[in-house]
Structure formats: structure tokens, C-alpha cells
């Protein structure tokens, strides 16, 4: 019996210098709710059994408001908590891992931190692997501030429907601050605007009340609303969540009804027609802001200056003549009449503006003209045999400007402007001309075909015009006949009328 034990205590005393072993911890990390149960596994890989009661693993707990604290050595508890408990034994049966667990019954806060598996061998190697301990809180709080100017708004809730938080921006940008307290870990915050996803930095900040550990993070964001302006509504929220799926989503909103610090506002000029001399009264208002005459101009759709001076008759190229009057400078109301003698098509087309621009903000209003009478096309049917050289389709429309004409067809991938020319792998040379026609009655149109093809026949060719915001084609006919020289150019044809018109005089010219 006494050699028995003698062996035994050689077994326990018997170091091997230099030798050490692999630790694994199980499981890596681990997320607990309070009260919840866990066990934590450190094992360590070796057959000498004399070697790990000599050397035995340790595990400590690391928190901010404790410190270290030694748990367990081998299995003996070092810490006066009838939540824990530890164990020792062969790993699932095996005969060469040895595992060193420590429970925990019911999770409280202050387990909060890392639990640290630690084992030193013979040569004063010492290994360790962590095991990061998260105890698990939801959010407490998001609250939502808006600044607007010199007004803040707040919510801590979400938007809802039937009761939106309503205000009026007169600025073009606000201040969005989320504050987001009490989760651990620290929460994934958003913030949406109409929603679109910001880009946003945030600050995190932890923070130990007695042994609970909570964190705040702050987002602060300059939005702009540039792009919001004149819509019903814009919802402003921030969401956050914790990360995981033990947790709801949480959020806060502010419904805002953004309005521009300055508006535009011209009535409709209702039954007119090219030629027409016409006045349209406009109101441009702010709510606060003073307002200039000087700031006033008229322009074209691409936005370039077509008159800037009140008071001042002007002849533009384009536009004509025309003038436009201010009244209240120096107020929150400007009264704009504007005059133009002799509307032109480009008036119903591509339109005349009224624009205030200041260094905060600029507005812009359309001048409406609503034509009395449709705009009409005609293009008399072409004859022409395959082989006719510098055919031409004329279409007479009554609009003065020759830039809202295209031609189109299923030979091309863009239809052809005014003035242009181009070389078909198909069609050959066509061109395009066009001039206004006296008396300002409308313009005639013509695309001129180098030689006829037999494709031509099956082009399914377009006239097309723009009028205002509508837009109408008219089809091309183009029919298989004997051309007939006009103006000395023997592969110029006529129209179909022209042809029985010249008919006609050559049988009065025999009778008579």
C-alpha cells in the first residue's frame, strides 16, 4: 500500500521542464439575458494526469467595476457565490481531453465583462484564452431632435399616421441630433430621411451604473431639404436596434411639412395664340424674408437670363418683345406683371420663366400660355420612283419655331434635328431644313432624301413637332410614282396637288 502511494505522490510531484499544452475554450463568446444559465468549458489536451493536478487551469473574471476576481483553480471555487459552480472531468469521454468548467445560475449584471481561462506550464508559460461576457439590456430611450432655424422639435416616438408631427421649414436645412441610451451592447443606429438611408458617424459613449454596464450613442447630422420642398410631408427617423434578434426594433420620428422660405406664383393665361400681346400677373411671397425687385430676372427653361431689368422694354431674339413691372421691394410681397407683345411658339413650347434668386434661395415659376387653338401639320403625299435623286418632303406646321421639329424612322436610333445631315447604311444621304414662313403663319419643314431606295417605301417615317408638352407625329407618305422636275432640279418632286394642278393648266392651254 505504501509503494501504491509513493507512486501516486512521484506521479503528482514529476515535472516535465519545458513541456506545455493546447487550451480551447467553448464556447467563444457568449450573449446572456439576466437570470439566464451558462457554462463556460476551458480544456486542455494531454494524457498526464499527474500533470494537469499540478498544473491545474484557472479562471478569472474581468470587469470595469470589479476588477480581476479569481473564480476557480482546477475545481475549487474561489469565490463566495452559490450562483456558480465548477467542474472537472474527461472531455465527452475522451481520454486525452480534460475539461475544467465553470457554471453560472442565473446571469446578473455584474457578470458583465470577460471570463479568462488561464494556464502556466513547467517552464512559467503561461496561456490564456478570453471568453467575452456580454449580459444583454434592450434600449431604454431614443430620443429625436429637429432644429429648424431658431425652433426645435422633439419626439420619442414613432411618426404615426393619423397624428404626424407637423411644422414649417423656412429654411432649406435642418439639425438632426438621435440620442440612443441604455442597451448593451452599444445599438446600430439609422437615420432615414423620406426613407433614404444617411450616412452618419456616430459617438459612442459607455457608461457603469452600480454593476450594469450601458451605452449611449449620439448621432448628429446637417440634413438638407432642398429636395423635400413643395412635397405633403417629409419623415425625419432615426432607428436603432441591438444587435441580434433578442430585440425589436426601436424608433423616433418627426414628420415635417416642408415649405420654401420664398414661393412663386403665376396665374394661367388662358385662349391666346401666336401673335396674341398678352399680360400675366405673378405674386412671389416670403414669410419673413425681405424681398428685391433687383433680384428679379426672366428666363428660359435652361435657366439663362432673358431679361433682367424691371421696367425695361427688351427685344429678345427668341422671345420678342416683352417688359415685366415689380412693386415692393423692400417687403414680404412682390406684385410682377409681365407684358410680351406678339406671342411665339417658343412661348408655348419651351416656355419663359419668372425666377427670384437671392444668396439663400432661389425660386422659380413657369409662365403659363395655354393656347385657344391646336397646333396642325400638313405634309401632302410624295411620289417618287426608286433611282430619283434629292427628293424632298415638305410639311408646312404652325408653330415658329423650327428647333421643336424632328424627323424620325426605323433607320435611325435619335431622330434628326433642324439643320442636321446624315449618312444612312441603309437610306443614303438625308438632310433636314427648315424656315419660318411670312407673316409669322408657322414654319415649313423639309428633309430632303439623296437617292430613293426601295427601303425608303418601308421606313415608317415621322414628322414629329413639340407643342408645349405634347408631343405628335405625323406620318411621311412616301408612294412609288413618276417624279416630276421642280425649280430645274430633276429629282425634286412635287406634291400630289402640285401634280394635278399642272395638269390642269396644260389642258386649259390647249382649249385656249
Request: neutral net charge.
Amino acid at each position: 500500500m505504501a509503494v501504491v502511494f509513493s507512486f501516486l505522490f512521484f506521479l503528482v510531484a514529476f515535472n516535465k521542464f519545458g513541456q506545455s499544452f493546447n487550451i480551447t475554450t467553448e464556447p467563444l463568446m457568449v450573449q446572456a439575458m439576466p437570470l439566464e444559465n451558462v457554462t463556460l468549458d476551458c480544456r486542455i489536451n494531454t494524457q498526464d494526469i499527474a500533470y494537469i493536478i499540478n498544473h491545474p487551469v484557472i479562471w478569472n473574471h474581468v470587469s470595469g467595476s470589479r476588477g480581476v476576481r479569481l473564480m476557480s483553480k482546477a475545481f475549487y471555487l474561489f469565490v463566495n457565490d452559490s450562483r456558480f459552480f465548477s467542474l472537472f472531468g474527461n472531455a465527452n469521454g475522451s481520454a486525452t481531453d480534460y475539461s475544467f468548467q465553470l457554471g453560472i445560475t442565473g446571469v446578473k449584471d455584474e457578470d458583465d465583462g470577460k471570463f479568462v481561462c488561464e494556464h502556466t506550464s513547467n517552464d512559467s508559460t503561461t496561456s490564456k484564452k478570453e471568453v467575452p461576457f456580454t449580459v444583454f439590456h434592450d434600449i431604454e430611450s431614443v430620443t429625436l431632435e429637429v432644429r429648424i432655424a431658431n425652433q426645435t422639435f422633439t419626439s420619442n416616438r414613432s411618426v404615426q399616421p393619423k397624428e404626424p408631427s407637423v411644422y414649417e421649414a423656412e429654411v432649406r436645412s435642418c439639425l438632426v441630433t438621435c440620442v440612443v441610451n441604455g442597451s448593451n451592447p452599444e445599438p446600430d443606429v439609422k437615420l432615414r430621411v423620406d426613407g433614404v438611408s444617411l450616412p452618419v458617424q456616430p459617438k459612442v459613449t459607455p457608461h457603469v451604473v452600480g454593476f450594469r454596464r450601458a451605452y449611449e450613442v449620439k448621432v448628429v447630422k446637417n440634413v438638407s431639404l432642398a429636395g423635400h420642398v413643395n412635397k405633403s410631408v417629409v419623415d425625419v427617423i432615426c432607428e436603432a436596434q441591438v444587435p441580434g434578434n433578442r430585440f425589436k426594433l426601436r424608433s423616433a420620428g418627426i414628420r415635417l411639412d416642408v415649405q420654401p422660405g420664398i414661393s412663386a406664383l403665376c396665374e394661367n393665361q388662358e385662349g391666346t395664340q401666336i401673335g396674341d400681346n398678352v399680360t400675366i400677373n405673378c405674386l412671389i411671397s416670403a414669410n419673413r424674408t425681405a424681398l428685391y425687385c433687383s433680384k428679379v430676372t426672366l428666363t428660359n427653361a435652361t435657366g439663362n437670363e432673358v431679361l433682367t431689368n424691371a421696367g425695361v422694354d427688351s427685344d429678345n431674339p427668341n422671345f420678342g418683345r416683352m417688359k415685366f413691372d415689380c412693386v415692393g421691394s423692400n417687403t414680404t410681397r412682390l406684385d410682377v406683371t409681365v407684358r410680351v407683345n406678339s406671342l411665339r411658339e417658343v412661348h408655348f413650347s419651351t416656355g419663359l420663366y419668372l425666377r427670384y434668386s437671392s444668396e439663400e434661395e432661389t425660386t422659380t415659376t413657369k409662365l403659363n400660355f395655354i393656347s385657344k387653338s391646336p397646333v396642325t401639320a400638313d405634309c401632302p403625299k410624295v411620289l417618287a420612283n426608286i433611282g430619283a435623286r434629292d427628293v424632298t418632303v415638305v410639311c408646312d406646321v404652325t408653330i415658329l419655331n423650327c428647333s421643336s421639329i424632328l424627323w424620325e424612322g426605323k433607320w435611325q436610333s435619335s431622330p434628326l434635328k433642324y439643320g442636321e445631315k446624315t449618312v444612312d447604311a441603309v437610306l443614303g444621304i438625308l438632310e433636314t431644313s427648315c424656315k419660318v414662313l411670312d407673316g409669322n403663319k408657322g414654319v415649313r419643314a423639309y428633309l430632303k432624301i439623296g437617292e430613293v431606295k426601295e427601303e425608303i417605301f418601308q421606313a415608317n417615317m415621322n414628322m414629329v413637332y413639340i407643342n408645349g408638352r405634347t408631343t405628335v407625329k405625323v406620318p411621311i407618305q412616301i408612294e412609288k410614282g413618276n417624279t416630276i422636275p421642280h425649280n430645274g432640279n430633276s429629282g425634286t418632286v412635287l406634291s400630289e396637288r402640285t401634280i394635278i394642278l399642272v395638269m390642269l393648266c396644260a389642258l386649259l392651254s390647249l382649249v385656249f
